[in-house]
Structure formats: structure tokens, C-alpha cells
């Protein structure tokens, strides 16, 4: 099943539907169709042969998806490009990728040369520019889009690449997940149909970038069940509301954060909120206590939240009849796919006892494991095992099958023989009402190997100390997973998805014993 058969259905029984809306361009299934198809014979002129990678510097706005779509017609692999990583992170993608060529919007145009030009290897794709002026060399993409030749050159049936989606990098440098059309399909098509309910009604809102897979997991309801996706360029609390309001929204696809803050116009005016049917929630954990006030305004609106990764897409799911029952837990794992917990030596461990998470759903690209990581060898073999994929994060399950994410493998602090998890310490932190953000990483300690150093952004006006901070968690966690070292700080370094960079606040610690 390949998309280019799903947009060719919607535009032959849908061809008015709204497909995207995003400022004042509204573009139908039938203009989606015909002007990827354009852009993809466009490619196919300029010599792109099936699997060259074409990289996508764009913000959210409409060419994104022309592009996308016209690059998988061709027989190309998108490589989205966050617009908010810096020059050489952006350099390491071009490295590592070497993309025939790279959709690049006009007002975004110096800051890619900046990352050009840190380039290890001087590597220059073709540029096709998106808005604004044209440079010399460069391709424009208005041409690109006008009907002309209609000899699309069939791509290899056998082939399914779509994308290479980067991972964040929390530990290093990010590796280049090769999703497939089909990864794309079983799980925003068939699986998001069966367990989320999606229909061809649905009007879904995302504000998170493009480039984020969580974003093309909407762009993938929208291609298979026909949906109208609403695209803003950002998140901002008011413009949300309205879109909601005025789009009549049905579905909202979040992180916690992005309820915590529409939390205030939410109370303002709930009836604004009307037509929003579905709230589904991933990346990180979601407080009982918000939940709790949302549910409450909202009671109409089924919330769920899921355990999800770039590598394996949904993993467990949490439905609304559970979030307050089992509101520390991801949900159960979703039918279809395995999941087994192993500790060091790959033994199965006890239930209720944490293991690192692996999952499999058949051949790796034929469901939802990703085909494997472009051009890391070593990092294939260290993580994917007879299907299997290691995903790197620490979970129990109880006896009931719920899960519970309770670290990533790299974050958890080995103390005097004990395993401390990160996520444990700094939901204690987290839980003191002077605290807003907090991080714990695993530090050299002479006596126990490690010890525990707990950073911490405190809230507005609030001076708390660490003998009060420290008496606080002695309550909540065991004497051993306390913080030994605190570190005051006015923000947490994050990456371009928000996560924190854990090893930044290592190397910090480091430099300071030295």
C-alpha cells in the first residue's frame, strides 16, 4: 500500500474535501494530488533516482506536504530538517544523509548556508527554493509545480522507504530512524482507526513542527482516513482556542505542557472548546492533578495518552477509563505488539521488577519497527535482534499489564549496588511547591561510584534550600536515591524537541570537579 494510492482515492471521491488548511491556504485532495505529482516529475527530471534522500528545511506551511508527498511519489526518502537546531547539528544531518537535494524556505535560506558552511565535508545539495526570491543556482518551486509533463517513471515496487526521521540526541549524536510507507499505514491508518476511532469528519489541529514525527503521525490520519489537518506554525494559547473554535476541531494531538498551558483559557471559556471529541497525549509524563482539571472542564473530551517512540511508533496506550486509576502508568501494550522486559544479561525480569523495554511487530518496515538506522551499522546490531528493537528506556509492568516508564537505560545512576532511576528522584523534586523543572543525573562519587546531583529551576519568588529540598524527598523516595549535589539554575539545556540534554548537565558537573 503506497500513499500515492491513497491521495489518488481522495482526490477521485474527495476532490473538494478540505485535505490541509494552514493560515489562509485551503488545499483540497485534489490539489494535493495533482501538485505533489507535479513536484515528484519535477524530481525525476532533475535526476533523483529511487532512495536519493531530499531534505525538507521548512516551517509548517503547505509546500511542506507538496513536498513530502512529491518526494515519496518520485521514489525518494524525505529528510525532514528541524528549524530549530543549531548550524552544526543541521550540518551533521547533511553529513550523514548526503541529500540529492534540499526543499529550503526563502526566509530560512542564510541560516542554511550558515550550516553549509559547518559541514565537514563541504557538502553542497541542490537547492530548490521555497517563497521569496530565487537565487542563482537555486531551483524555484512555483516551476516545479506547474503541469507539464506527465511521465511519472514507476518506482520499484519493493521499495518502501519514506523517511529518514532523526532522534533527538539526548546521549550523542541523533541517528537516522528509515521509516516505510507501510510503518506509516498499519499504524496511522489502521491501528489510530481501531483504537482512536478516526473517520473521514475528522478535522485534527497540530502545532508541534512538521519535521517531528508526531506531526506526519497526523499527516498519516489525514492521507489514509481522509481527514482535514489544520496546521498552525506554532503553539500560542489563543490562537489554539480559536483555531479550535473556528476550524471546530475535533481532534488535538499534545504533549502535557501544551494542556498545562491552555489550562488558562480552558477555565476562561470551556464552550469554546465544543467540537473537540479526542485529546491524545505523548512525551512525557502527565500530572494526576491535571488531568484531573481537564477532565473535569472538558468531560465530553476522551483523553488518551501513549508510550511512543520514533523508532516503533505507539507502543502502549492509556485509555480514558484509566487515566485517573492508573494515572503514574502508559496504559497497556497495544495488540499486535510484543513487548518484553530484560535486565542486563537479556533474562526476562519478574513482573513488577523494571527491564529495559523491547519491542517487535514483525519484519522491521513490513508493521511498525522501523526498517533500521541509515548508515549505522554498529548501532543495527546493538539494537535490533531478530526483530526485536531495544528502545532504550526502563519500564515495569504489573500484574494487571499496565506499564510504567521509569527511566531511559543511560539515566539510571548505579549507587553503592543500587539502581536509582532518574524519573523517581525528579518527580520528588518536581512534587516540592517551589519547584518547577528538575533533572538528576548520575555523578563520580569516591565512596558509592556515583551519586546522585539533582539541577533545579525553582518557580517565581521561590528561594528553597537543600536541606529543605533533601527533607522533602526523604519522605517520598528511599535515603539512598537522594540528591547529594544540588545545582540551581535558571533553565534546563534542551534540545530541538524539548527534551533535556542530560549530558550537557554531566559535562557541566565534570568541568566543575576538575
Not at 514507476?154 to 519514506?162: H, L, S
Not at 495488540?335 to 513482573?351: A, H, Q, R, T, Y
Request: proline fraction near 5%; charge should be negative; charged fraction near 20%.
Amino acid at each position: 500500500m503506497k500513499f500515492a494510492s491513497y491521495l489518488a482515492s481522495h482526490a477521485a471521491f474527495l476532490p473538494r474535501k478540505e485535505a490541509l488548511i494552514c493560515g489562509d491556504r485551503r488545499v483540497s485532495f485534489a490539489e494535493l494530488d495533482e501538485v505533489s505529482t507535479e513536484i515528484a516529475i519535477a524530481l525525476q527530471r532533475m535526476g533523483l533516482s529511487t532512495g536519493d534522500r531530499v531534505g525538507l528545511y521548512l516551517p509548517n506551511c503547505v509546500e511542506f506536504a507538496f513536498a513530502f508527498f512529491g518526494i515519496v511519489k518520485a521514489g525518494g526518502i524525505a529528510v525532514p530538517i528541524n528549524l530549530r537546531l543549531a548550524p552544526p547539528e543541521v550540518a551533521f544531518m547533511l553529513d550523514d544523509a548526503q541529500p540529492f537535494a534540499v526543499f529550503i524556505a526563502s526566509q530560512h535560506a542564510a541560516d542554511f548556508d550558515i550550516a553549509v558552511g559547518a559541514s565537514a565535508h563541504a557538502f553542497t545539495p541542490r537547492r530548490i527554493a521555497v517563497g521569496g526570491n530565487v537565487r542563482e543556482g537555486e531551483v524555484n518551486f512555483e516551476g516545479m509545480c506547474v503541469k507539464g509533463d506527465t511521465n511519472l517513471r514507476e518506482v520499484p515496487v519493493e521499495f518502501d522507504d519514506c523517511m529518514i526521521s532523526y532522534t533527538s540526541g539526548t546521549t550523542g549524536k541523533p541517528k537516522g530512524a528509515i521509516l516505510t510507507q507501510s510503518n506509516y499505514v498499519v499504524m496511522n491508518g489502521f491501528m489510530n482507526g481501531m483504537y482512536w476511532g478516526f473517520k473521514e469528519e475528522d478535522r485534527i489541529l497540530i502545532t508541534t513542527p512538521l519535521a517531528h514525527r508526531t506531526a506526519f503521525a497526523r499527516m498519516g490520519n489525514m492521507l489514509v482516513h481522509g481527514c482535514t489537518l489544520v496546521i498552525l506554525p506554532g503553539f500560542d494559547a489563543v490562537e489554539v482556542t480559536r483555531a479550535i473554535e473556528d476550524e471546530r476541531i475535533s481532534v488535538l494531538g499534545v504533549v502535557p505542557t501544551v494542556i498545562r498551558l491552555l489550562m488558562p483559557e480552558i477555565e476562561k471559556a470551556p464552550e469554546r472548546f465544543a467540537t473537540l471529541e479526542r485529546v491524545l497525549a505523548t512525551g512525557e509524563s502527565f500530572a494526576v492533578e491535571l488531568k484531573q482539571r481537564f477532565m473535569r472542564l472538558l468531560p465530553k473530551v476522551d483523553l488518551y495518552s501513549f508510550f511512543a517512540m520514533t523508532e516503533v511508533g505507539v507502543v502502549t496506550l492509556l485509555k480514558p477509563q484509566d487515566q485517573l486509576a492508573h494515572a503514574a502508568s502508559v496504559g497497556r501494550v497495544v495488540p499486535g505488539i510484543e513487548m518484553k522486559l530484560l535486565d542486563d544479561s537479556g533474562n526476562k525480569v519478574p513482573v513488577g521488577d523494571p527491564g529495559e523495554v523491547w519491542v517487535r511487530t514483525g519484519i522491521p518496515g513490513n508493521y511498525l519497527n522501523m526498517r533500521e538506522y541509515y548508515n549505522r551499522p554498529d548501532a543495527n546490531r546493538e539494537s535490533i535482534r531478530n526483530g526485536w528493537f531495544a528502545t532504550g528506556d526502563i519500564a515495569t509492568i504489573d500484574a494487571d499489564g499496565y506499564v510504567t516508564i521509569v527511566d531511559r537505560k543511560k539515566d539510571m545512576i548505579l549507587s553503592g549496588g543500587y539502581n536509582i532511576y532518574s524519573k523517581e528522584v525528579e518527580a520528588a523534586l518536581c512534587a516540592h511547591p517551589a519547584v518547577a523543572l528538575a533533572a538528576v543525573v548520575g555523578v563520580p562519587d569516591p565512596v558509592f561510584g556515583e551519586a546522585v546531583a539533582a539541577y533545579v529551576v525553582t518557580r517565581a519568588g521561590a528561594v528553597p534550600s537543600t536541606e529543605e529540598l533533601t527533607a522533602w524527598c526523604s519522605e517520598r523516595i528511599a535515603g539512598y536515591k537522594k540528591p547529594k549535589h544540588y545545582r540551581f539554575v535558571q533553565a534546563l539545556p534542551e534540545n530541538s524537541t524539548g527534551k533535556v540534554l542530560k549530558r550537557i548537565l554531566r559535562d557541566q558537573f565534570l568541568r566543575e570537579l576538575a
